[in-house]
């Protein structure tokens, strides 16, 4: 048995990317550039002959808009999409809104990182009534009121999201389908952590960047990826697109 192509991809750049904010569960939108990622995005698919037969998105605009744009181009607008708060990205509880370059200067850069990059230490959680709070949102009515987030560290991503991973996405890949996963930075940093099997230490040096598409094939029974970390579409646009990422608030 063979199992059938993953490939991840994050949204393009999003209007609070430029602005430098924490984002989270915050539904911004793409920026002119990140609709520019996704048709490039888009375009790679096709040559590279990746066509998705069905799409997995979060229920976030900036994802849903990329996986669209894309699918666009490459003539496959109308595959199943299949959407999930698993897909989200981390939410970044009380930093929601926040200024990447202020929260490093007030708290400095070990606090920083660890709010940012480490495995199992949370921001803290954001209040109900916070402009930027996700508590009464339609799309969320379905999730019993202790799976609504205040705040996740990486490793709750992880926890939330391998459900999904293992009843939806997996039963695609089984099935011999090209599987689109339009996600965000964090969400998929924890799809690979667990592909990969990567490390919690190691896992804070990985960035995922904007639009650009990961391609993973796994060994159908181990379901180890043939290729560790994957292979980016253009790897090498890609890898000065995550030293961006890695740099952001600097
Ligand atoms: O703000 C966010 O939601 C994420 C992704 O944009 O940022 P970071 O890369 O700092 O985790």
């Known amino acids: 048995m063979t199992l059938g192509t993953?490939?991840?991809?994050?949204h393009g750049e999003s209007e609070w990317n430029v602005k430098g904010l924490f984002t989270g569960w915050v539904d911004v939108d793409l920026t002119a550039n990140g609709e520019t990622e996704a048709r490039r995005g888009g375009e790679l698919l096709v040559e590279h002959g990746l066509l998705p037969d069905v799409v997995h998105t979060s229920l976030q605009r900036r994802a849903i808009r990329t996986a669209n744009i894309a699918l666009d181009i490459a003539?496959?607008?109308?595959?199943?999409?299949?959407?999930?708060?698993?897909?989200?990205?981390?939410?970044?509880?009380?930093l929601q809104g926040k200024d990447k370059k202020q929260t490093l200067v007030e708290f400095g850069e070990e606090q920083f990182m660890l709010w940012r990059r480490s495995?199992?230490?949370?921001?803290?959680?954001?209040?109900?009534?916070?402009?930027?709070?996700?508590?009464?949102?339609?799309?969320?009515?379905?999730?019993?009121?202790?799976q609504l987030p205040?705040?996740?560290?990486?490793?709750?991503?992880?926890?939330?999201?391998?459900?999904?991973?293992?009843?939806?996405?997996?039963?695609?890949?089984?099935?011999g389908r090209t599987v689109l996963v339009a996600a965000h930075g964090n969400s998929l940093r924890a799809l690979v952590k667990h592909l990969?099997?990567?490390?919690?230490?190691?896992?804070?040096?990985?960035?995922?960047?904007?639009?650009?598409?990961?391609?993973?094939?796994?060994?159908?029974?181990?379901?180890?990826?043939l290729t560790a970390g994957g292979v980016y579409l253009d790897p090498t646009a890609a890898a000065a697109a995550a030293a961006a990422v890695a740099n952001q608030g600097r």
Not at 6 to 10: D, E, S
Not at 133 to 145: H, N, T
Not at 151 to 169: F, N, S, T
């Open 6 to 10: 993953l490939v991840l991809l994050r």
């Open 75 to 94: 003539d496959r607008h109308w595959i199943p999409a299949r959407r999930s708060w698993r897909l989200n990205e981390r939410h970044y509880g009380a």
């Open 119 to 146: 495995y199992d230490t949370p921001p803290p959680p954001l209040a109900d009534d916070d402009e930027f709070s996700q508590v009464g949102d339609a799309r969320y009515a379905e999730l019993a009121p202790e």
């Open 150 to 175: 205040r705040a996740e560290c990486l490793k709750d991503v992880v926890g939330r999201m391998l459900p999904y991973w293992h009843d939806q996405i997996l039963p695609d890949l089984r099935a």
């Open 196 to 225: 990969d099997q990567v490390s919690d230490e190691a896992i804070a040096r990985l960035n995922i960047p904007t639009g650009m598409p990961l391609r993973y094939e796994l060994d159908p029974g181990t379901l180890r990826p």
